[in-house]
């Protein structure tokens, strides 16, 4: 009876996993038909992201917050980076950047701040200001000139669009490219590891994540962040969203599942300390080894604290 049971609860998680991609690939008349659920795989499939759980701070017996940099330059990172196009991939798959700016646009992401201490909030408009940036080419500079304008670097996108409107520049002069996935060259994370003495191990919670990537226009800019999601308020949407599986296509994984169980490399860049949380770079300089050799001692700190309850 037991193994009758373990074969149906198989079977059944085997099934509901192919729905999600290539649903109806086999039995499709038309190519329109693929990726068609009917109601009863619709409402499988609706599955809301796994819930947390609530830790009491009495249960917290130890804890760190820390900093993380997630470069999409390494294999591993690369289910966060592609697909840089999509459009011959229709809806199924998307970028992690493309799902959280597609959200935000609609308003199923509100908890978007300025940055990592959640102090100032932001709007969509505030985001798309972060994601364009204006170029003014040696003709529109010559323009302004010679009618006296002077401009102050970084442009002022409102600025810009009110020479524009007053004909004082003409806009063939002036482009505004935008970020897409493709300009998108890591993510930041924020986190905090803490050992709950009732369970008695050492678990990690993510509270926020940033997209970054260099100011418009400026190859060879510093890396910035765009925007810093608070994570819980974005865990709806990112669980809806489908990470291609390079090892079986027909059982994709949610950003929620991958980043919740730390399914990517990542970089210790800053811990909270007495310093006002200063980042590695700030007390190392210049020594790319010596700050990945802090970035590990921080991790074989924190994982150490762990091994160290039940050794003595």
């Known amino acids: 009876m037991k193994n009758k049971f373990f074969l149906l609860l198989?079977?059944?998680t085997f099934s509901s996993q192919v729905l999600f991609s290539q649903a109806n690939l086999l039995n499709a008349r038309v190519p329109q038909d693929v990726g068609q659920l009917n109601e009863k795989q619709i409402a499988s499939n609706d599955e809301e992201p796994l819930a947390y759980g609530y830790v009491d701070d009495r249960d917290i017996l130890w804890s760190k917050t820390v900093w993380e940099r997630i470069d999409l330059d390494e294999r591993v990172n690369f289910p966060y980076y592609y697909p840089?196009?999509?459009l011959k991939l229709g809806s199924e798959r998307?970028?992690?950047?493309?799902?959280?700016?597609?959200?935000?646009?609609?308003?199923?992401?509100k908890?978007?701040?300025r940055d990592?201490?959640?102090?100032?909030k932001y709007t969509y408009q505030d985001v798309l200001t972060r994601l364009r940036g204006i170029v003014i080419s040696e003709g529109g500079t010559n323009q302004l000139n010679e009618q006296g304008v002077a401009l102050t670097i970084p442009y002022d996108i409102k600025e810009i669009e009110g020479f524009?409107?007053?004909?004082?520049?003409?806009?063939?002069f002036v482009d505004q490219p935008k970020i897409t996935a493709a300009e998108i060259e890591e993510y930041w994370i924020k986190g905090t590891w803490y050992f709950n003495k009732r369970l008695g191990e050492l678990k990690y919670r993510?509270?926020?994540?940033?997209?970054v990537a260099k100011e418009v226009g400026q190859d060879d800019g510093e890396l910035i962040p765009l925007c810093w999601i608070w994570y819980p308020d974005a865990r709806k949407v990112l669980n809806d969203a489908k990470v291609f599986n390079t090892r079986n296509s027909s059982k994709p994984i949610s950003y929620d599942n991958m980043l919740n169980s730390r399914r990517f490399s990542a970089m210790i860049y800053k811990e909270e300390n007495v310093y006002e949380d200063r980042e590695v770079k700030n007390y190392i300089k210049e020594d790319a080894l010596k700050q990945l050799l802090e970035s590990e001692r921080i991790k074989n700190v924190i994982l150490d604290y762990e091994l160290d309850m039940w050794n003595n």
């Not at 493309?98 to 199923?108: G, I, T």
């Not at 524009?164 to 063939?172: F, K, P, T």
Request: negative net charge; aromatic residues 8%; without cysteine.
């Open 10 to 12: 198989i079977s059944a």
């Open 84 to 86: 840089t196009d999509t």
């Open 94 to 109: 998307r970028s992690l950047f493309d799902v959280l700016v597609k959200n935000l646009k609609n308003r199923n992401i």
């Open 111 to 113: 908890e978007v701040y």
């Open 116 to 120: 990592d201490y959640f102090k100032e």
């Open 164 to 172: 524009i409107a007053e004909g004082i520049l003409d806009d063939q």
């Open 206 to 211: 993510l509270l926020a994540i940033t997209p």
